[in-house]
Nanobody, 122 residues
């Protein structure tokens, strides 16, 4: 019932930054924890970051700690992923997801966006 639409992807050089947005509709945004996952070429979907319903706690994969920041604006029904110091290995399709808790497992999320491509060149 919840629809999620990602935006903000694109191509950048290594060391650059991007900010991804995920707009939610069709449900009560503040009822859901939100997560960002990514699928790199030839690899399975993996966890990047997640945030509690009220934004009080955030969680990150070791590979992105110190570089990525997840945040949310419940008044705008939007979750963000600020990505700094991007590396070529960050190249992936990035997906936002909504679920009951900010878990690192993709199987715990109920709703998914269609993804946005991020490409980081050397």
């Amino acid at each position: 019932q919840v629809q999620l639409v990602e935006s903000g992807g694109g191509s950048v050089q290594a060391g650059g930054s991007l900010r991804l947005s995920c707009a939610a509709s069709g449900g009560t945004f503040s009822n859901y924890a939100m997560g960002w996952f990514r699928r790199a070429p030839g690899k399975e979907r993996g966890f990047a970051a997640s945030i509690r319903k009220d934004g009080g706690s955030t969680y990150y994969a070791d590979s992105v700690k110190g570089r990525f920041t997840i945040s949310r604006d419940n008044a705008k029904n939007t979750v963000y992923l600020q990505m700094n110091s991007l590396k070529p290995e960050d190249t992936a399709v990035y997906y936002c997801a909504a679920g009951p808790l900010p878990m690192s497992s993709w199987s715990q999320y109920t709703y998914w966006g269609q993804g946005t491509q991020v490409t980081v060149s050397s």
